[in-house]
């Protein structure tokens, strides 16, 4: 069994900076494709980053602003966000899903984290 724990998020001023973690139990990363979401009010979950076999994945709304990496002896994965958008204010999600490639729809993934929110004031 899989437990993913997230920490990070908070309240930052537009053009700010955070840092979100996702820390695993288990054997994950070299198994299993890891994906980030973003759940606005009122709204589905939506995709947003990806790492998948050494690959990295983004949706183009946050190309060149959020970077995923990956932290093996820590079995911990990332989501680095800079230039936020209040427009990118939201509770994010850390996933794990069991395809490969681009695995961008949340059905596609089945361990998730708690959620960690993000509010990016204007």
């Known amino acids: 069994q899989v437990q993913l724990v997230q920490s990070g998020g908070g309240t930052v001023q537009a053009g700010g900076s955070l840092r979100l973690s996702c820390a695993a139990s288990?054997?994950?990363?070299?198994?299993?494709?890891m994906g980030w979401f973003r759940q606005a009010p009122g709204k589905e979950r939506e995709f947003k980053a990806a790492m998948s076999g050494g690959d990295t994945y983004y949706i183009d709304s946050v190309k060149g602003r959020f970077t995923i990496s990956r932290d093996s002896a820590e079995n911990t994965v990332y989501l680095q966000m800079n230039s936020l958008k209040p427009e990118d204010t939201g509770v994010y999600y850390c996933?794990?899903?069991?395809?490969?490639?681009?695995?961008?729809?949340?059905?596609?993934?089945?361990?998730w984290g708690q959620g960690a929110q993000v509010t990016v004031s204007s």
């Open positions: 288990g054997r994950l990363f070299n198994s299993y494709t």
């Open positions: 996933a794990a899903s069991r395809l490969t490639g681009w695995a961008a729809r949340p059905t596609d993934y089945f361990y």
